[in-house]
């Protein structure tokens, strides 16, 4: 079996969340998925175990097709090849292209510093691109593209600051870090918080700079990683930023990311846009010794006492982009510019 030996060497002893489904009918993931390795990499108790293989920054949808690009990370291969949200890869090197089989064909993964061609459908016009993969975890790679996408630009007289935080992580080496990046904004007079198809863990530090100490997190009835989320900021000393924020969300900002996205949409400053979030905020395990993690729905978790498990988080303003419609632009964040220059 693939990865067999490199699976148990990394000894896979702990619970995954939930923001890596696709659905909530997506009840188990394989490791021929891309997924199966951000469950590894991101939930990993130690650096050392965390699965590396050849990628080149992109998540997707398998189709008889192809494979259709959902999200590109930031200053990652794919990325720097022109290729966006809605792209259809139809084949690498002439052959069927499979995000990870294509770029790692030996039972143990290795670096692989080779060029390959993609073929590339986009509103009905072919092209190619040339793309040679990084070998990295996926951890270590969303915790890049969350750097990578920091942005400042003018809109008329003011200010707007970006990031888009692809990944939400408890180790106190990324808690400092998310600080940091939004104390690079700290200026701006909005920022627009982007967490779609984000994935990843909550914890009432994450909190901390969008709210003030008074504010608290009512979750009762936690299973899996909901069981350790910090229920109150009362005794964390925060300078949150205060001024207009617009959260960017859609079905697949999963987890932590959506529960960050209902805390803070409670503030008035703060308006969330995009389309609704799957309420995915349960837990993976591994099944079994075998090669798949298998989802837990937190079907008795309420918060705010209400459930949230399969119903997710409605955005103010509703605002979809279909996968279908591959353009240049990005017409939620275009009106998330519009709608924080009405406020500011």
């Known amino acids: 079996m693939i990865l067999r030996t490199l699976i148990i060497a990394a000894g896979l002893c702990f619970v ?22 951000l469950i590894q990499a ?26 259709l690009v959902t999200s590109v990370l ?21 052959q069927a292209f499979d995000p990870v089989t294509s770029f790692n064909r030996a039972a143990v993964f290795e670096p692989e510093l080779i060029s390959h061609v993609l073929s590339v459908l986009r509103n009905n016009d072919n092209f190619e691109v040339s793309v040679t993969p990084v070998f990295e975890n996926l951890y270590d790679s969303f915790r890049s593209a969350n750097t990578a996408s920091v942005q400042q630009f003018s809109a008329g007289n003011k200010i707007i600051g970006y990031l888009h935080l692809w990944g939400l992580s408890r180790s ?44 608290s997190i009512d979750i009762t009835g936690a299973s899996g990683w909901l069981t350790s989320i910090n229920d109150t ?45 799957p309420g995915l905020i349960g837990s993976y395990e591994q099944a079994g010794d075998s090669e798949a993690f298998e989802y837990r729905p937190a079907d008795s978790t309420r918060i705010d006492g209400q459930r949230f498990e399969g119903i997710g988080l409605q955005p103010e303003t509703l605002l979809d982009w279909p996968l279908s419609e591959t353009r240049r632009d990005d017409p939620q964040f275009e009106a998330a510019v519009t709608m924080l220059l009405g406020i500011i």
């Open 16 to 37: 995954a969340n939930a923001s890596l489904a696709q659905t909530s009918s997506a009840a188990q993931v394989n490791v021929q998925n891309l997924d199966f390795f």
């Open 42 to 67: 991101f939930h990993s108790k130690y650096a050392r175990s965390r699965l590396a293989l050849n990628h080149i920054g992109i998540q997707g949808q398998k189709q008889e097709a192809g494979f």
């Open 74 to 94: 930031e200053s990652y291969p794919a990325h720097r090849a022109g290729l966006n949200r809605g792209d259809l890869i139809t084949t690498i090197d002439g």
């Open 172 to 215: 106190s080496h990324d808690l400092i870090s998310t600080q940091s990046l939004m104390q690079q904004l700290a200026q701006c007079d909005g920022i627009i918080l982007d967490l779609r198809d984000s994935y990843g863990f909550l914890d009432a530090e994450h909190l901390q700079a969008f709210l003030n100490s008074h504010s």
């Open 233 to 277: 900021t009362s005794k964390i000393a925060s300078n949150p930023y205060h001024r207009p924020l617009a959260i960017l969300i859609n079905e697949r900002t999963r987890g932590g990311p959506e529960i960050l996205a209902y805390e803070t949409s409670k503030l008035e400053r703060i308006v969330s846009l995009g389309s609704a979030t």
